[in-house]
């Protein structure tokens, strides 16, 4: 079943009195459980089309759904994690992850206990009680998984998420994410520049073109994962 529907996309930004095309009439199918990698040059519009899959960013035309209901603001069917650990310095590892469920109205302790459970799925529990910075990028990126997907989303959306580790942390954080891609009922969507990644973790990858940020083709990879 198709999980992301994408028809006739268009974005705009305005500025200096201007409208910039950054999206283009982007048309696209994505499936339940599929890896899908989404590639082009720096300005293309990847950022923008992950923040509007994510409902954090109004578009100008088309449509966009998520399991056939319309993407109009940030809901749970979407997790995201961004390059930068967007998690909360003054809270625990723990805190950071029971956020999401608490947000959406669980009490306390099922909260704690899902994060837990997602803590332990990613091999942190015993850094529970310890706070971001007294961690190491990859596993930082690990919590903002675990945080991504403790609301059970339909949709892991990946903007750059490796993108600021050393080569050896990214290539364990990519086998960690192909791991538990593997394991659960969940679609990535992944954004990169790297095409080397790209072939390395994607069921498909979409090429984007920049000026204006357009679709050019969809490349189905060979599997030969790690
Ligand atoms: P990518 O992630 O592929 O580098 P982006 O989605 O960040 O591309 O940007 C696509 C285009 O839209 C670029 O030309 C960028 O300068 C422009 N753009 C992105 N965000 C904004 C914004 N908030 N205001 C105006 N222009 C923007
Ligand atoms: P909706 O009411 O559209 O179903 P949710 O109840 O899933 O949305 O989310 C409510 C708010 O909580 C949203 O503004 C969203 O940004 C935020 N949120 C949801 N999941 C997370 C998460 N994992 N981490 C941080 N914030 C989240």
Redesign the pocket.
Known sequence: PVVLKVENLCKY???HGEK?L?LKDLNLDIHRREFVCVI??????????SRIVAGLEPYDAGSVQVDNEQVIGPCRNRGMVFQGYTLFPWRTVKQNVMFGPQMNGADRDSAEKAALQWLELIGLEQYADAFPDQLSGGMKQRVAIARALVNEPKILLMDEPFGALDPHTRQKMQQHLLDIWRNIDITVIF?THDMDEAILLADRIVV?K?NP?ELIETIEVPVARP
């Open positions: 930004y305005h500025g910039k950054a082009g040059p720096s300005g293309c519009g990847k950022s923008t089309f954004v984007l920049a940020g």
